[in-house]
C-alpha cells in the first residue's frame, strides 16, 4: 500500500497536468504552475533580461494581457462590461421648412456698393404722387413717377432711392419716350441713416440697361407700401429716453392723426440722398440744402384716405390746404357707422423752399382772433394762400380772423385768441397791417412744427 506523502504526491501532479491541459481552451495563453506566462503552441521561453527587452508600446496594453496579480478563473467569458456605453449618436434634425424655416445668412452683395458721392448724384426734377392712407392700420400704400437727373460728371450705371425702413419698395420700371414701361429688377437693403426716424431707409438699387450719362433724365414709375408709425430709433441710438424721442419723433398715420414732415423727420416719399447722421452733423445741413435744391421742383399729390365714421375734412400739404370729398362706402348707413375714402387733389406746383409736409385734419379749424376792424380788409394778390373754411358757430370771418385752429380742447381757445389779439398791434408795426392769411394751428402735443403760415404745435401751450 502507497503511503500518504505518496498519494498525495500524484494528486498535486494530476492536478498540474489538468491545469496545463486546459489552458489552451481558455484563451490563447496559458500559465505555468508558478505563474508565469506562455504560449501552449510555441515552445516555452523563458524572459529575456531588461537589456534585451524592447521597449513598451505607448498605447493601452491589450485587453488579452492581464494585469499582474493571480490567474484569471477559466472558463468561457458569458459577459462583460466595461462600464456604460456611449450614448447612441443622434441623426441630425430635419432642416425646417415653410414659414419654421430660419432665414439664411445673406451672401454678400457681388456689385460694388454704392458711395455717398452716387447717391447724391441723382436729382429728382419732378414728382408725381398717388398716395391712399389707411389710418385703420397705419398703413401707406402710393406710386410714385419722378424725374431724375444726373447731376455728376460720369456716367451712372446704378441709381439709389431711399424711404422708411417700415415701407417697402414693389416694383420699379423705366416708362416716357423710348422705355414703354420696362420693369427693372428690384433689389433693397437696409441704410442706417438718421434722415428718418427709424434711424434707417429701405434703399432701392436699380441697374439701368445702359448708363445714365452725365446730365441725361430719365422717368421712373415705382410702387411701395408698408405703415407709419411713431418710432423712437435714431434718437434712441443717440442715448435718448423712449418719451423723449417720441415727443420729438411723432410722424404717423393713425385713427387720431395722419401727420408727416418729410424729409428729416419721415420718408414717406421717395428721396436720392447719402446717409445723414445728426452725431456728425451732416443731417440738418443737407435737409436745408434739399429745400433749396428742389424750391422750383413741380410736385403733384393725389391724396386718397380710407375712414370709418365722419370722414376727415381737410389736407395740408407743403402749406397747401385742400378740402376733402367723401366717397362713402354705403349712402344709407349711419354716419357714425359708415365707411368710405375722402381724396383731394393738389395740382403741379413747384415745391417751394419748404418741407414735403402733408397733414390730414379730422374737423374743420376754427376762426378765432379777429383783427381791429378797420385793417381787417381782405387781401388779394398772387402770394394770398388758401383759406380754412369757417368751422360751425359764432365767431370771425375768413376775413378777419388772424388764427385757424384745429383742436377738441375748446377750453384752450378764448385764452390762445386773447394772448394773439394782444400781441396784434405790435405785429402790424412790424409786419404790415394784414397777414396773407390766417396762421393755422394743428394741434398736437409732440415738439412744434413750423411750415409757412402752418403751426403744429399743443394749442394748451400757446396760450
Not at 71 to 92: A, I, Y
Not at 147 to 154: C, D, I, M, S, V
Not at 243 to 250: E, I, N, R, V
Amino acid at each position: 500500500m502507497k503511503s500518504p506523502h505518496r498519494r498525495a504526491e500524484r494528486s498535486l501532479l494530476l492536478a498540474a497536468v489538468a491545469l496545463l491541459t486546459a489552458a489552451p481552451h481558455a484563451g490563447a495563453f496559458g500559465y505555468d504552475p508558478v505563474g508565469r506566462r506562455f504560449d501552449p503552441v510555441r515552445p516555452h521561453q523563458t524572459t529575456p533580461p531588461p537589456s534585451q527587452q524592447p521597449p513598451p508600446p505607448p498605447s493601452q496594453p491589450s485587453a488579452d494581457q492581464p494585469p499582474d496579480g493571480p490567474p484569471p478563473p477559466r472558463g468561457k467569458v458569458l459577459f462583460q462590461s466595461h462600464g456604460d456605453p456611449p450614448p447612441p449618436s443622434e441623426p441630425p434634425a430635419p432642416e425646417p421648412e415653410g414659414l419654421d424655416a430660419q432665414p439664411q445668412a445673406s451672401k454678400p452683395d457681388a456689385q460694388p456698393q454704392l458711395t455717398d458721392a452716387d447717391r447724391a448724384a441723382i436729382r429728382i426734377t419732378a414728382f408725381d404722387l398717388d398716395l391712399r392712407l389707411h389710418p385703420a392700420t397705419s398703413g401707406v400704400n402710393a406710386r410714385a413717377r419722378l424725374t431724375l437727373t444726373n447731376t455728376a460728371g460720369k456716367p451712372l450705371p446704378r441709381i439709389a432711392l431711399q424711404i422708411s425702413s417700415t415701407l417697402r419698395w414693389g416694383s420699379a420700371s423705366l416708362v416716357g419716350a423710348g422705355h414703354p414701361s420696362s420693369p427693372l429688377p428690384v433689389v433693397q437693403h437696409k441704410l442706417d441713416t438718421d434722415a428718418d426716424h427709424t434711424g434707417q431707409t429701405s434703399e432701392l438699387i436699380l441697374t439701368l440697361p445702359s448708363p445714365l450719362a452725365p446730365g441725361a433724365s430719365l422717368a421712373l414709375q415705382l410702387f411701395y407700401a408698408g405703415t407709419v408709425a411713431p418710432s423712437a430709433g435714431r434718437l434712441q441710438r443717440l442715448g435718448a429716453s423712449s418719451s423723449q424721442a417720441l415727443a420729438t419723433d411723432w410722424d404717423a398715420v393713425s385713427p387720431e392723426a395722419s401727420s408727416l414732415r418729410g424729409l428729416g423727420n419721415i420718408l414717406w416719399f421717395p428721396a436720392a440722398i447719402p446717409q445723414l447722421f445728426l452725431s456728425d452733423g451732416t443731417l440738418v445741413p443737407a435737409v436745408a440744402k434739399a429745400r433749396l435744391d428742389h424750391a422750383s421742383t413741380p410736385i403733384h399729390l393725389h391724396l386718397s384716405v380710407e375712414y370709418t365714421g365722419e370722414p376727415p375734412v381737410a389736407a395740408y400739404f407743403c402749406g397747401r390746404r385742400q378740402p376733402l370729398q367723401p366717397l362713402t362706402d354705403d349712402a344709407e348707413s349711419p354716419i357714425a357707422y359708415g365707411s368710405g375714402i375722402a381724396t383731394a387733389d393738389f395740382p403741379s406746383e413747384p415745391i417751394g423752399i419748404r418741407p414735403l409736409s402733408l397733414f390730414v385734419v379730422a374737423q374743420p379749424e376754427a376762426l378765432i382772433a379777429p383783427l381791429p376792424a378797420p385793417l381787417s380788409k381782405p387781401s388779394v394778390g398772387p402770394n394770398a394762400r388758401s383759406t380754412p373754411a369757417v368751422a360751425p358757430g359764432n365767431g370771425p370771418d375768413a376775413a378777419t380772423a388772424m388764427l385757424a385752429v384745429e383742436s377738441t380742447d375748446d377750453r384752450a381757445l378764448p385764452p390762445f385768441a386773447a394772448s394773439a389779439q394782444r400781441i396784434a398791434p405790435l405785429l402790424q408795426d412790424w409786419l404790415g397791417s394784414r397777414p396773407l392769411s390766417a396762421l393755422t394751428v394743428l394741434d398736437h402735443t409732440g415738439q412744434p412744427f413750423e411750415d409757412g403760415p402752418l403751426l403744429v404745435a399743443p394749442v394748451a401751450s400757446l396760450a
